[in-house]
């Protein structure tokens, strides 16, 4: 914490108490006019005595004017110098940022603030994600801030930045770096300090996404090939393809991805749609799709897909069934 601004107040407020202790000893008068003269001596006001100054009074206002004014004057320009700077210097602004960064716990970490990288955190934001955006370039981590996510300015690819950014606290890392080779020593750094960080990277081509996987991603995209896809879909498929990219989700019908809590596990699909009115779609587990057959009992470490009206699905994520 910075202390300068504390310290020049107290000065400041130092030399008014000694200016209204100065006055209350020579002129014997009330505590409230003793500091209203000791204020506009100093500051120059000129409003006139508050009551006729004996001689006492008189050497002691040519003491303070004469040394108090100037004291006065260099203790506000400071202090307006040191609150104006920890406004506007980036590097104060910088240290302040970081120091946010520090309270995260279970946040994720976005490398590079493109195009895509803009997506993928306006997303995450919209689902109630804390984020950190890395990226070098001054000017998009401003745009990112206008977004209200925490920013760093950085090389990706440098482990104290990552470092700096949480990664030993954060749950999860998505790098979009445009570039394959910089994306994989993303890659590599995070899995290097946290080797079970969830790591999600992006890759131009299939050669480089090989190299990601190698590397440690637990999941590579290639954005060319995913938009080619999407736009086959919504041809060949439109209301299936709204359907999967969140289009089609109302207060009446949503569809959501929702973890096993403890308080689900043991439970039946059949019971589970029976409490909440919900319809389980399928349910990952051990990396594999499991029907969702009425008898199938939810376990630890299962994650299930749900559809259903928005109150049937927040039941089954929320509530103590």
Request: glycine residues 10%.
């Amino acid at each position: 914490m910075n202390r300068r601004p504390l310290i020049l107040s107290g000065l400041i407020l130092g030399l008014v108490t000694f200016g209204a202790l100065g006055y209350r000893i020579t002129e014997g008068w009330g505590w409230l006019d003793c500091v209203y003269m000791s204020i506009m001596v100093l500051t120059t006001v000129g409003f006139g005595e508050v009551h006729p100054l004996n001689v006492h009074g008189k050497i002691f206002s040519i003491v303070l004017m004469t040394f108090g004014i100037g004291l006065m004057l260099y203790l506000l320009t400071l202090l307006a110098e040191t609150v104006i700077r920890s406004v506007t210097d980036p590097s104060i602004n910088q240290r302040r940022r970081e120091r946010r960064i520090m309270n995260l716990r279970g946040h994720t970490i976005v490398c590079g603030y493109g195009q895509v990288g803009e997506a993928v955190t306006t997303a995450l934001v919209s689902a109630k994600r804390e984020v950190v955006v890395i990226d070098h370039r001054t000017e998009h981590i401003e745009w990112a801030e206008t977004h209200g996510v925490h920013t760093l300015v950085g090389d990706a690819t440098d482990e104290e930045v990552l470092r700096r950014a949480g990664l030993d606290r954060a749950a999860s890392l998505v790098t979009v770096i445009n570039s394959d080779p910089s994306n994989l020593y993303v890659v590599l750094s995070a899995k290097g300090i946290k080797p079970q960080l969830q790591v999600i990277a992006r890759a131009s081509d299939e050669s480089a996404a090989r190299k990601m996987r190698r590397a440690g991603a637990d999941e590579v995209v290639n954005p060319y090939q995913l938009s080619g896809n999407r736009i086959a879909a919504m041809m060949l498929a439109p209301q299936f393809s709204r359907l999967l990219s969140g289009g089609a989700t109302s207060d009446h019908f949503t569809v959501r991805e929702i973890g096993v809590s403890q308080l689900l596990v043991g439970r039946s699909i059949e019971q589970l749609g029976r409490d909440t009115g919900a319809l389980v779609i399928g349910i990952w587990r051990d990396g594999q799709v499991v029907r969702a057959r009425a008898g199938e009992v939810l376990r630890a470490g299962d994650t299930v897909l749900v559809a259903g009206a928005a109150h049937e699905v927040e039941a089954v994520e929320g509530q103590p069934l």
